[in-house]
């Protein structure tokens, strides 16, 4: 598949790994942006993944909606609202742990090889799930979540930070093996219209948080949500990623998805816009 850049701009986009990971219908691709052009390096695609079960290659990822790397890049954490999830090892791209989770919209690697699962709205969903990556498809915990839409551990506070449709919520994490426990400590109401689409970190220790009609930039010390100009008021922004001085963004243009991204400075300048082709794009992450 073709990529090309639809504005190309002087200079260069990022530091010394422009890496990021765009995702949608059942694909994640990896994308390298460096000296004013972008190339496609790697790709997964989870019909291809011969060691999952027919029903997650056939159905439950077939609209894969959060592709994050963790692990520093080792590791690709996918959720799909089609009802799966899978963490894959980026060098071999096998699948080392899955989960059929209704409607999953985000998720995170945890301290102790656990993985929290953020579900969105469906029959059984509306929760958050707690697993560890050694035993795929156990649940260890979970707690309601209203339209579940994001999931970020944060390592220096040592909390998970949730995104629903009202609210950003804090969790402390407790207990070993099959004991291992969230426990609610904060929570902050969205701004604006409220339903929450996507969380991100920033390196500043705040964090991005979409909106129906916009985006935010938001203190977990102050608990303040301040316009984040470069895309306010912006509609359905489906996700935003920042590393360093780049911001890479995606805005649904139709219904749901995209059919590409765009890659900016922290201040909105520099806009370089990315076509993918063959993919209905939901997500883009960069490795941080």
């Not at 530091?15 to 790697?42: F, K, N, S």
């Not at 102790?112 to 035993?135: E, H, K, M, N, T």
């Not at 938001?218 to 359905?236: E, K």
Request: proline letters at 5%; one cysteine or more; hydrophobic letters at 40%.
């Amino acid at each position: 598949m073709m990529l090309m850049w639809l504005a190309l701009l002087s200079g260069s986009v990022g530091p010394e790994r422009p890496l990021a990971y765009a995702c949608g219908d059942d694909q994640v691709r990896e994308v390298r942006i460096e000296d004013g052009r972008a190339a496609e390096t790697w790709r997964w695609t989870a019909r291809e993944a011969s060691e999952l079960p027919a029903d997650y290659r056939e159905r439950l990822l077939a609209h894969i909606d959060e592709c994050k790397p963790v692990d520093d890049g080792r590791l690709i954490l996918v959720t799909a609202s089609t009802g799966g999830a899978v963490l894959i090892d980026r060098v071999s791209g096998r699948v080392v742990f899955r989960a059929r989770v209704p409607m999953a919209h985000s998720a995170d690697l945890l301290p102790g090889g656990r993985i929290a699962i953020a579900l969105s709205i469906a029959p059984v969903g509306d929760r958050l799930q707690l697993y560890d990556r050694r035993r795929s498809e156990r649940v260890i915990h979970t707690l309601p979540l209203p339209s579940g839409h994001g999931a970020v551990w944060d390592a220096k506070r040592q909390r998970l930070f949730a995104l629903s449709h009202d609210l950003v919520q804090a969790f402390r994490l407790s207990g070993r093996g099959n004991g291992a426990r969230l426990h609610e400590t904060t929570r902050w109401t969205l701004p604006g219209r409220r339903d929450g689409h996507d969380l991100s970190p920033m390196e500043t220790g705040r964090y991005l948080v979409t909106t129906d009609d916009g985006a935010w930039r938001f203190d977990p010390d102050d608990g303040s949500f301040a316009p984040y100009a470069p895309l306010n008021p912006a509609l359905r922004i489906k996700s935003v990623s920042a590393a360093g001085d780049r911001i890479a963004w995606v805005q649904a243009e139709q219904s749901w998805w995209a059919r590409g991204f765009t890659v900016m400075a922290a201040d909105g300048s520099d806009r370089r816009r990315i076509a993918l082709d063959g993919i209905h794009l939901y997500k883009v992450r960069w490795i941080r």
